[in-house]
């Protein structure tokens, strides 16, 4: 297995010049590209709680038609990743920066990738929405009025797959080329349009509340409204990106073929990776099937007198919404900006640079990630508040969001050291890899269905949060294996100060929360959801001030690592 990886690291160019990279950038330009990049993500996710937010306001949290939407308009986004996300967004960057060295800064090259991507994208969309009936069927346990109404959803999604896939190829052509910014922009205008349609649909059709939607009320303008408005912002996601393409004057144009471009090395690469995220979102599809048993059963509890409210795949969606809010603002942002640090220090057979990089970010990203989910598991009930219609279901989004949280560390920790495989073009370990975690995680949902209805989604929470810390101990000892020692004892001690840290900055937001009754169902922070973002201001600043305290007390440096650049090009006034 050794051998294996070893020999995908292409030590042979370790000896030739190395031409400066422009896409790799270093130290504060990381720090200030990251700081774009997290800035863009941070005012989307702002504005994906707004929408969600309205959602909850729209449909519901717990209502009768909210897990129906839910599970139609995942497909898009999961069929995508299944077929071709792995390759647009792991495979390409190192095939890209390769292509940019050449004569023509890669245009052929990247005009051919974008007419092949734009072709096999296009028969993916098509030939999904016409099986749409099938495939809902396959992924749901919906029966009657549910699957039909589903399906029709189902309908309206589908056709995303193909505007998923033009952003991420655009986006990580940007990306390859040193351009951050406009990748983590773009979902910006995405929740605009999103939000203007939710707010029509409350207007026009009226809350869940006051309206209380059942499939069998429901009609055809509902779904334009809820499903074409979700629709119609992943569209403008994506074509917008072809702005700042244009910019690259790479002078792109349609072009077919791929011989002697190169694109048939990425084919072989991409045959792999496909069958990893096959196997990996394949999991989160029996993840939704098993979720929506739980959904399926709260018709009849609702009906009970008192009725019952339980939790569905819509509060597992919130949860895994809100708990990965660390990872994408501050996480994923790095990431993707080491990722080319990673991908050059392999292309120069730089095998310590590669050890030093996956280090330092390891270190710096567990900062935000082990404050977010102290702070998730401190304000899990204001948190809930904000994603749903009634305090039952607050409590309900609650207790699955503080369950997420404390597998949040581990998903980014997770997504950076699989990273450095993409980056060596090794897609063969992550496979292995991907097969040991899903055969696990197939087995929690297994176990995870055989619960009451009542606690068969909790239990799905449970799987993902230790399926996250599983999955950080299978990729060490593979990376280890791959590329030695990179100080895993080091971010192992830095971890155990951010943990101790996080500790005492969450009692201080618990007793925050506490005094403004947060555990009590009569408590200020329960009586609107105005309120419940007041508390949510004021007891994560008091959460930030002693972390930052504590950090200092430790002598933790990985903060000042990551923030002294970006401090630095604010005091010059520098954009």
């Not at 939407?69 to 647009?88: D, E, H, K």
């Not at 050291?417 to 975690?437: G, H, M, W």
Request: glycine share 10%; proline share 4%; charged share 10%.
């Amino acid at each position: 297995m050794s051998e294996t990886n070893t020999a995908s690291i292409p030590l042979q160019d370790a000896g030739r010049p190395v031409r400066e990279d422009r896409s790799a950038p270093r130290n504060g330009s990381t720090a200030r590209s990251s700081a774009i990049m997290a800035a863009g993500t941070l005012v989307s996710r702002l504005l994906g709680l707004v929408r969600v937010a309205l959602l909850a306001t729209a449909i519901g949290a717990t209502g009768q038609v909210s897990d129906l939407f839910t599970s139609a308009n995942n497909l898009p986004n999961f069929i995508y990743l299944m077929l071709a996300g792995g390759v647009f967004n792991a495979v390409l960057v190192p095939q890209i920066i390769r292509a940019s060295r050449q004569p023509d800064r890669g245009a052929d090259y990247v005009s051919r990738l974008l007419t092949l991507a734009a072709a096999g994208l296009l028969v993916l969309a098509v030939l999904a929405t016409l099986a749409a009936p099938v495939i809902v069927g396959l992924t749901t346990s919906f029966t009657g009025a549910n699957l039909a109404l589903t399906t029709a959803f189902a309908f309206w999604c589908l056709p995303q797959i193909f505007f998923y896939g033009l952003y991420a190829v655009a986006g990580q052509i940007l990306n390859a080329n040193g351009s951050f910014g406009p990748y983590m922009w773009a979902p910006v205008v995405n929740n605009v349009v999103s939000i203007c349609f939710l707010v029509a649909f409350i207007m026009l059709m009226g809350s869940e509340q006051a309206e209380r939607h059942t499939p069998e009320t429901w009609t055809m303008t509902q779904t334009v409204l809820l499903a074409g408005g979700t629709t119609l912002g992943i569209i403008i996601q994506a074509l917008v990106l072809f702005i700042p393409l244009k910019r690259l004057n790479l002078g792109l144009r349609p072009k077919f073929g791929i011989r002697g471009t190169g694109l048939g090395r990425t084919g072989k690469l991409a045959s792999v990776t496909i069958v990893t995220m096959l196997i990996g979102n394949g999991l989160y599809l029996v993840n939704q099937r098993v979720a929506t048993i739980a959904s399926d059963a709260r018709q009849g509890l609702l009906a009970q007198d008192p009725p019952v409210q339980i939790a569905g795949s819509t509060n597992l969606e919130f949860g895994a919404m809100v708990y990965q809010l660390p990872h994408a603002v501050i996480a994923l942002s790095l990431a993707t900006v080491m990722f080319n640090q990673l991908s050059s220090a392999h292309a120069n057979g730089d095998l310590p640079a590669v050890r030093a990089t996956l280090s330092q970010g390891l270190r710096i990203i567990g900062v935000a990630t082990v404050f977010g989910a102290a702070a998730l598991l401190a304000f899990a009930g204001p948190l809930g508040i904000l994603f749903s219609e009634s305090p039952e279901s607050a409590a309900i989004n609650g207790v699955i969001i503080a369950i997420l949280a404390v597998g949040a560390p581990f998903l980014s920790a997770n997504f950076f050291l699989n990273r450095v495989f993409y980056a060596s073009e090794d897609v063969k370990t992550p496979l292995k890899i991907q097969l040991i975690l899903s055969v696990v995680g197939v087995a929690f949902a297994l176990a995870a269905g055989m619960f009451d209805p009542r606690l068969i989604v909790p239990m799905l929470a449970v799987a993902y949060s230790l399926g996250n810390v599983i999955a950080v101990v299978v990729s060490h000892v593979f990376l280890t294996r791959a590329i030695g020692s990179y100080g895993a004892g080091h971010v192992f001690d830095v971890h155990v100060r951010l943990t101790i840290a996080g500790l005492i900055a969450a009692v201080a937001g618990t007793t925050l929360c506490w005094a403004f009754g947060g555990y009590d169902p009569a408590g200020f922070v329960w009586q609107s959801k105005l309120n419940a973002v007041l508390v949510l201001v004021l007891g994560g600043t008091v959460m930030f001030a002693a972390y930052l305290a504590m950090l200092k007390l430790l002598r933790v440096t990985e903060l000042s690592e990551f923030a002294d650049p970006v401090l630095a090009r604010f005091r010059r006034g520098g954009a």
